[in-house]
């Protein structure tokens, strides 16, 4: 009796504390479904940003896109390149995955880029894949007028609804590393994850990825 009382206790602890950390949240904007929320950081200036939808494809099929770092331009708000890194000091294997990333912003302000570690588990009890992205420090692919950004993390989670629709939910925390315009800041917390899962919605139709079957990710979500 007193073990079940211990873990009844625990459990509505960490519900309490699930409910206050979704509390923060705002919402801003929705558009096709998906809404878009943002939250003050003490990290950044600029507000963390989440957007949640759905995208009428297979777990397996949008964690192929989303793996595909060449074709991150084609989908992800802003992004203006991107590529995979494979070295021996940033190897590329399985789960884990380094790639550049180069954000396009309106002159005359700098374009942002990052170097990314980038990190993959899987729930096997629902299906759901998760990928943890982060900047990481290094002068890898450093550029003169491309400000480096000090603080990028990316949350990416996919959870199956049904055997084709996917429920994506894409968090996004980062410091530009120095002011912007207000207005930019706008756009980007309004725009940004919402028009990122608007873009996997298209990703999902091509060819290269629509036919894809397994989920390729290893590593159990609890030993990431």
């Known amino acids: 009796m007193f073990r079940l009382i211990i ?9 309490n504390v699930a409910s206050a950390a979704d509390a923060d949240w705002k919402k801003i904007w929705e558009l096709d479904s998906i809404i878009g929320y943002v939250r003050p950081t003490s990290q950044s200036s600029v507000d963390e940003i989440k957007a949640i939808g759905i995208v009428n494809a297979p777990v397996a099929v949008v964690e ?10 084609q989908y992800i708000f802003l992004c203006k390149e991107a590529y995979l890194i494979n070295t021996s000091e940033m190897k590329s294997a399985g789960d884990v995955i380094y790639f550049y990333s180069l954000t396009d912003l309106p002159y005359p302000v700098h374009d942002r880029d990052a170097v990314v570690r980038s990190h993959w588990s899987v729930d096997k009890k629902n299906g759901a894949v998760y990928c943890h992205a982060e900047a990481i420090k290094t002068t890898f692919g450093q550029r003169d007028n491309v400000v480096r950004m000090p603080l990028s993390i990316i949350d990416c989670t996919l959870i199956p609804k049904g055997s084709d629709r996917t429920e994506v939910i894409y968090q996004a925390l980062g410091d530009p590393g120095g002011e912007l315009p207000s207005s930019l800041v706008s756009i980007i917390t309004r725009y940004y994850g919402i028009k990122t899962i608007l873009g996997l919605r298209q ?9 894809v079957k397994k989920v390729v990710t290893k590593t159990l979500r609890d030993e990431k």
């Open 203 to 211: 990703m999902v139709k091509k060819e290269k990825y629509r036919n």
């Open 7 to 15: 873990t009844s206790i625990i459990f509505s602890v960490m519900m």
């Open 64 to 73: 192929a896109v989303i793996r595909d770092v060449s074709v991150m331009p």
